[in-house]
Structure formats: C-alpha cells, structure tokens
C-alpha cells in the first residue's frame, strides 16, 4: 500500500512539474487552447469579453486573469466539463440557454468528473448556475449566481444542483433570483457551509441524502428557507433562517439528526415538523415568527432541551392525539409561560402546555390575539391546567426555563438581524 501511495504522489508531481502555462488574449479563442493543451497545464485567460461555449474534456485549470467574461450567447451550458481534476476560477460566466429539459447551466460538471473546483467567479443570467451529476469531491466555493431573473420562478433552474454525488463541499456561495438556491437529490458525505441565499423558491430544496453537514448558511426573503426532506444522520447548525414566506427551517420525513444553535425569526412558520423522529433540537433561537413551530404526523420521540421561544405570535401549532413531552432534561423556554419559580432554580414550577384554551381560542378568532396579555386571558390559561376536560393534546415542557439562553435575542424581535 505504500509503495502504491508513493507512486501516485510522484505520477502527480511530475504532472505538475510537466504542467504548462497557456496565455489566451482578446480576440483569441479559449476552446483552441483548450484542444492544444495537454493534461494539468494551466490556461490564462486575460481580461475581456470571449463568445464561445467550452468543453473541457482533459484535467486542466481555467484561470480567469482580471475576471474576464466568458458568454455562450444563451446557447446551451456556456462551461461543459468531462474530465476529472478540472479547476474553473475568477470568471464572469453568462447567458446559458434556457432549455429545462437540457439542464443549460453557466457549468455543467457531467458524469464521472470527479474533483472539479469552481471558485470565485460570478455565473450571472444562466438557468442553471452549476449542474453537478454522479461526481465525486466537488468543491464550488466563493461563487456568486443569480439567475434568469425575469422568467417566473417555475421556468428558472437552480442556484447548484447536486444529483447524486458523494463528498461535495458547497462553501460561501452568494445565490439569489433562481428557482432554489441549492438542490440536493441523493448525495451524501457533504459540507454546505457559510452561503448565503435570498429571493428563491426554497433557499434548498433537498431530499434523500444523508450524512451531511449544514452549518453557518444564511436564508432569508425566499419562499421557504432550509426544505431539509427524507433524510437521516444531519448535523443542521449555526444557521439563520428570516423573513421566509412561508417557514424558516422545514424537516420533514426526518430521522437521527441534530438541530442545534439555529436562528429562526421572522418567518411564518419558524419550524414546520412532519414525520420527524429521534431528533435532538437543541439551542435554537425561534423568535418573532407568526407560528414558531408546526408540529404534526407523528413527529415523535424527539429530544428538545435548551431552545428559546419568544415572541412568537403562537408559539406551537400541534396537531396530534396526544402529548408529546419537551424539555425532559433541561427544559425549553417560553415568552408566554405564566408560571412561577418559587424555589429560585430557575426553573418553572408548572409545567408549559403550548395547546392550552387559550391557544385554541387563538386559532378560531384571530382577533383574540389582542388581549393575550391581559389579565382576564392569562386567568383563562391557568384555569384550564386544572379542568383536563378542556385541554387539548399538547406539546408539554416539564420544566421550562425562566430566562432565555440567548442574551442577544431581542436584536432579532423585528424577525431580520440587528434590530
């Protein structure tokens, strides 16, 4: 084994020692250089603006020298990359073709390119920013991708499209005005990390993909914010979901995940939950949205401990046929809790019932939300604890936490950052 190990690193450094330099002028035509080069070489591509489509059939870099513009003139994919070990950086890519059937993208990373980088260059007006299928280690870093802003959100393809691949790393990108920022479709091992995403459909649109890591990704002003659907073993943190339409963070179909330290505000459903079991949702900031969690079909057997929610115009929105406890170990909490802590350990010595009278009344007669502070209806809520008759299921927090974990929630109260 080592003498093989040995022997890959040394075909690899003569290949680089043997790599060339290709410098490509305005006027001259990339794809020639391209057909010209041999295996590794590097090609340099001066500033200006160059009309052709590529297909990069050989491993080789493609490096952008004062970001020249490279534009397919919206005839199909304007970069076609069939080679392994290809690198693509410091470009301005637009104007690919429309066609969904085809996929067009700004880059289309076929079958059996494995370990292609593209980095730190803007793919503007393509349908499909970068297309990646049955692939191995792609790294897309650094990019910023905007879409076919002008056509309705149904006929725009997607920010990066992943089907699938293994050991992908989507880190920094910047997407906004595609159908769905990231797609995922059956592609494990991977690193979504530090993109930011505005003005989709889904921020991500993702399914039937495990042992991925999402961290540090901003989605904000989309439709929904992170679609994380029939999946298992994620690792979901350090997130900030605001101002999505409709929800923040959606798991559905959902098992052997974690959920921790996200920021979720603004959104009309914070969390939605659907046929979600033995998760663990911890330290998460849901705040300011107009439902904080929806909860429904059978999301069960869950451990949810450490999260703050506050100021959500109703805090969970439950629909089962019994209780579900939270809060086992640690507890949760509750802006609207009315209890007491008489023992001083800061905890409550009531529990949180999230479906109480009150909150039915809610649901019926929106307009009660005006009096939930009142006296007369925090009245009503302890009377209910004690008449079982009319309580519904609930969601029940034994020992809900009498001040937040988050000393810097109220800076997320107008439900976006920093105010």
């Known amino acids: 084994m080592f003498f093989i190990a040995l022997l890959g690193t040394l075909q690899l450094t003569t290949a680089a020692a043997r790599a060339a330099e290709l ?63 290809v690198t693509i950086e410091n470009f301005i890519i637009t104007d690919s073709g429309d066609d969904l059937t085809q996929q067009n993208a700004g880059i289309y990373i076929q079958s059996g390119a494995d370990r ?11 349908l499909f920013g970068v297309w990646v299928e049955s692939v191995k280690d792609v790294r897309i870093i650094g990019n910023l991708i905007t ?44 690193v979504f990390r530090g993109n930011r995403i505005h003005d989709t459909r889904y921020g991500t649109h993702y399914m039937n993909s495990y042992y991925n890591l999402w961290e540090d990704n901003d989605v904000y002003r989309n439709r929904g914010g992170l679609a994380l659907m029939e999946i298992r073993n994620q690792v979901v943190r350090n997130n900030r979901a605001w101002g999505n339409s409709d929800h923040g963070i959606m798991l559905r179909t959902i098992q052997d995940s974690v959920i921790e330290n996200n920021i979720v505000a603004g959104n009309q459903r914070g969390l939605f939950i ?7 949702l911890r330290g998460n900031l849901v705040v300011a949205n107009d439902v904080g969690v929806h909860l429904w079909a059978g999301s069960i057997n869950n451990q949810v401990e ?14 089962a046929t019994r209780d579900e406890q939270w809060g086992a170990e640690q507890g949760n909490y509750w802006s609207n809790y009315v209890g007491w802590d008489r023992d001083g350990d800061g905890r409550g010595d009531v529990p949180y019932e999230a479906n109480d009278l009150v ?23 302890l009377a209910s604890q004690q008449f079982p008759l009319l309580r519904a299921p609930s969601i029940i927090d034994q020992q809900p936490r009498m001040r937040p974990a988050h000393p810097d929630w109220s800076s997320w109260t107008d439900g976006r950052p920093g105010h």
């Open 359 to 381: 909150d039915r009344l809610v649901w019926r007669l929106p307009a009660v939300k005006l009096l939930l502070n009142s006296p007369a209806l925090q009245t009503l809520r």
């Open 116 to 126: 292609v980088t593209v980095q730190h260059c803007d793919i503007a007006y393509s």
């Open 23 to 85: 410098a490509v002028q305005p006027g001259e035509s990339i794809g020639a250089a391209i057909a010209g080069a041999q295996p590794h070489d590097v090609i340099l591509v001066a500033r200006g603006h160059y009309k052709e489509r590529l297909l990069i059939d050989k491993p080789l870099t493609l490096r952008g020298v004062d970001r020249p513009t490279l534009d397919s003139a919206l005839q199909g994919d304007t970069i076609r990359v069939a080679a392994a070990d």
């Open 274 to 280: 659907y046929d979600a079991e033995y998760n663990i």
């Open 147 to 190: 879409g076919k802003r002008d056509y309705p959100s149904a006929q725009r393809g997607n920010g990066i499209q992943l089907f699938n691949t293994t050991g992908a790393q989507i880190i920094g990108n910047r997407i906004s005005f595609v159908r769905d920022g990231i797609y995922v479709d059956v592609s494990h091992h991977a």
């Open 306 to 319: 450490d999260n703050d929610f506050i100021r959500n115009r109703q805090q969970i929105r439950y629909i």
